[in-house]
């Protein structure tokens, strides 16, 4: 379960808060429902349930397609508080509310915990690696499942959800327990194809060995198209060095950005390749902010490398042109009939969490 403890919160003195509306980028309160429907691609944490929110957003998902890593059949009892997801969805005109066509969680990264478990001296972050991927952790931000920021070990073997800064390092939304190292245990990694031999079926993706067979399963490509440069996901084995795409593992390409031509995207995380306020990323995808009428929340918001954002407009010739960018922090809502003082009665409440 996660470290966040509902039942130790849901006090008398909690109660206050606990019935407090939580803020969002997209407003506060509302059903499912509304007139002025727009189809909206949304890219952020999932900051609550009831339906879930994403970037301040109600999403019903009833009636959604869900994929949770490969599984294009998931349902919405595998996502989870903290997962970084891609929703796409008919909002209504509030901006606060809408319906769910699709929503696809891909992890980050998964495997084995390497190598020493570094804490900052505020005693606040955790620094460790993953199949030579840096990964960094918030003892208070970050939701842990089926472990804790203080029960983190050597050889765990970890699925982590999250946002790569400029340098590469994943700042954890979420982590969750899988197991523990043994051989040829289970992984998943991304990264850019280096070093391909085609004859070895060999390539490495950053420090990271990968292998894989005749007989290795490709999605959304083919071996043909495997080159050096083509950014992808590998899941396959691990045996301390090489990852194996093996018979039932996989490589899968991976697109960067969210389409060349989009009416209205809504993108959180962390701002990489910072020129100008014209030409940064988030999440791989480009951003102009430096149109005459963009709002800036707070105003004086300074943009550059590492500041977490969400930014919200229309994707024109693949370049998200914002109309709107926020400073994320965020807050982990969750539905919850709460137990008034007076037992006779009953109230729903959002339980808040700030995630970063």
Do not use: W
């Not at 003892?139 to 590469?168: A, H, M, R």
């Not at 105003?299 to 590492?306: I, P």
């Amino acid at each position: 379960m996660n470290s966040f403890n509902l039942k130790q919160f849901v006090t008398t003195a909690g109660l206050a808060l606990l019935l407090t509306a939580c803020g969002g980028s997209g407003g506060g309160g509302g059903g499912i429902g509304g007139t002025g429907i727009t189809r909206t691609t949304t890219s952020g944490v999932i900051t609550g349930f009831g339906s879930i929110f994403v970037n301040g957003i109600e999403f019903e998902t009833g009636g959604a397609a869900i994929t949770v890593d490969f599984n294009s059949s998931a349902t919405q009892n595998e996502l989870q508080l903290g997962m970084v997801v891609t929703v796409t969805a008919d909002i209504d005109s509030s901006g606060n509310s809408g319906t769910a066509v699709s929503v696809v969680y891909d992890d980050s990264i998964e495997g084995p915990v390497v190598g020493p478990i570094v804490e900052d001296q505020s005693v606040q972050t955790k620094t460790f690696v993953i199949l030579g991927q840096t990964i960094v952790v918030d003892k208070t931000t970050t939701v842990f499942d089926k472990t804790s920021y203080g029960d983190l070990l050597p050889n765990d073997v970890l699925e982590v959800s999250g946002f790569v800064d400029s340098t590469g390092v994943i700042s954890a939304t979420r982590v969750e327990k899988k197991s523990v190292f043994v051989n040829s245990v289970e992984v998943e990694i991304k990264g850019t194809v280096q070093a391909l031999d085609k004859t070895a079926r060999t390539f490495t993706l950053g420090t990271t060995p990968i292998a894989y067979l005749a007989t290795t399963e490709f999605k959304d490509m083919t071996e043909a198209e495997l080159v050096d440069g083509l950014f992808v996901e590998v899941k396959g084995t691990f045996d301390g060095t090489t990852v194996l795409a093996d018979a039932n593992g996989k490589i899968e390409k991976e697109d960067e950005g969210f389409g060349s031509n989009v009416s209205k995207v809504s993108i959180e995380g962390l701002i990489t390749d910072f020129v100008s306020n014209a030409s940064f990323k988030i999440q791989g995808q480009e951003v102009d902010a430096s149109g005459p009428n963009v709002v800036f929340q707070p105003t004086n918001l300074e943009l550059k490398d590492g500041v977490k954002v969400e930014a919200e407009g229309p994707i024109e010739n693949g370049i998200l042109k914002a109309t709107k960018v926020e400073l994320r922090g965020g807050d982990l809502k969750l539905e919850t009939k709460v137990q008034a003082v007076d037992a006779a009665t009953e109230r729903t409440g959002r339980l808040c969490h700030r995630y970063g």
